[in-house]
Nanobody, 122 residues
Framework: QVQLVESGGGLVQAGGSLRLSCAASGRTSSIYGMGWFRQTPGKEREFVSTISWSRGNTYYADSVKGRFTISRDNAKDTVYLQMNNLKPEDTAVYCC???????????????WGQGTQVTVSS
């Protein structure tokens, strides 16, 4: 089992920045990839970004390309999401996820965090 704990959410004005962190614990050696998803009430969960644990290959949703950067620190078993030039439409609960599957970057993801709220005011 892998446990994931997110942090770093908050309230920010449009154009501002936030950095989310996701700390993994447990059987972290089994992780093949980690990603960030977001969800707002009444909408389906949306893919944001993902990174392979060993090589650091990355993928982004078109809506965040050029504004968000995903990275990882293998020594700390932590993945980060640097979010710049935030927009009100980025407001959501951001969840971290991990998978052991070689089907990465495709899903499914096997482990999920509780999420952290990001609110961007206009």
């Amino acid at each position: 089992q892998v446990q994931l704990v997110e942090s770093g959410g908050g309230l920010v004005q449009a154009g501002g920045s936030l950095r989310l962190s996701c700390a993994a614990s447990g059987r972290t050696s089994s992780i093949y990839g980690m990603g960030w998803f977001r969800q707002t009430p009444g909408k389906e969960r949306e893919f944001v970004s993902t990174i392979s644990w060993s090589r650091g290959n990355t993928y982004y949703a078109d809506s965040v390309k050029g504004r968000f950067t995903i990275s990882r620190d293998n020594a700390k078993d932590t993945v980060y999401l640097q979010m710049n030039n935030l927009k009100p439409e980025d407001t959501a609960v951001y969840c971290c996820a991990a998978t052991w599957r070689r089907s990465w970057p495709k899903g499914p993801y096997d482990y999920w965090g509780q999420g952290t709220q990001v609110t961007v005011s206009s």
